[in-house]
């Protein structure tokens, strides 16, 4: 039992009114832990109208956002990753995800590292670093015997991350996300099979629903098991995805396949990549 965790994300729609989201945010939650849910996950911004969050920065802990997470979590007696806040200290702005024990306690802080920066023609342009300060941490939690670590969206790209997160023992990765249209159709679930496949883990993703104010969500929050596998994944509706994680199932994926063990590291760092050597 100690490996298990039943968890479930939760895909809402996020309006302009701040205390109405946390209003149902908390609705949510409870809906949540009536089905069973020990380990709980929020979307990216849950709290904010997506484009204009930095109107909305708040200190952690001290906001609304941080003090609605920690009374559920305490009145619920459960684990919350409560999705990202726009964090506000010393006048810098940045996209951070708190997590919360059963006693209402901060647990984890993780504030994104990595800036979403990209232009496609004719899709998407985003210049999150025009707002936002990068993190330089990243951060992991326990729940039970399982390790927790923490991404949010575009971190989802950098496999370096995921790969130190594997190496330090997680098997679980957890990224609150909002793609676009145009890269969640591309990209979203081939990332999560990548790097759980990669990793041997499990990966999380949570999307606020589609319709959320002044920018079209992706949707489609999953989560996908050590092999690769689809275990479950939303439309871009209003919904809760439940899940049973194992443990178990990361160590018997590992057994099986190590190719922890088999990595070559020392050759990495210091080999020559050569046209030719002939
Ligand atoms: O990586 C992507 O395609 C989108 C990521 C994104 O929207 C973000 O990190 O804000």
């Not at 990793?199 to 002044?214: D, H, K, M, W």
Request: glycine fraction near 8%.
């Amino acid at each position: 039992m100690l490996s298990k965790i039943r968890t479930a994300l939760i895909q809402f729609k996020v309006g302009v009114n701040k205390s109405a989201n946390l209003l149902k945010a908390s609705q949510f939650i409870e809906l949540a832990k009536n089905k069973g849910g020990e380990l709980i996950a929020l979307p990216e911004y849950f709290s904010t109208p997506i484009y204009t969050f930095y109107n909305h920065a708040e200190n952690i802990p001290d906001g609304p956002s941080s003090r609605i997470l920690a009374e559920n979590a305490k009145y619920h007696k459960i684990y919350l990753v409560g999705g990202t806040i726009p964090e506000e200290e010393d006048g810098n702005i940045y996209n951070t995800c708190t997590v919360w024990n059963p006693e209402g306690e901060l647990i984890a802080k993780y504030r994104k590292i990595h800036m979403c920066d990209i232009e496609i023609p004719g899709g998407i342009k985003l210049k999150e670093s025009e707002i936002v300060s990068p993190g330089d941490k990243m951060a992991t939690f326990h729940v039970k015997d399982i390790k927790v670590g923490l991404g949010i969206c575009y971190d989802l790209r950098f496999e370096e991350m995921a790969k130190l997160y594997r190496l330090s023992g997680c098997k679980l990765l957890i990224y609150p996300a909002a793609f676009n249209m145009t890269t969640g159709a591309l990209h979203w679930e081939l990332m999560q099979r990548s790097r759980a496949n990669d990793n041997q883990l499990y990966v999380f993703t949570i999307s606020p629903a589609r319709g959320t104010e002044g920018y079209c969500c992706w949707g489609h929050s999953q989560v996908t098991d050590p092999l690769g596998n689809i275990v479950v994944s939303a439309g871009h509706g209003e919904e809760i995805l439940l899940a049973n994680i194992d443990g178990k199932m990361c160590d018997e994926v590992r057994q099986k396949m190590p190719i922890c063990l088999h990595r070559r590291p020392n050759i990495y760092d210091t080999v020559k990549i050569c046209d030719s050597d002939i």
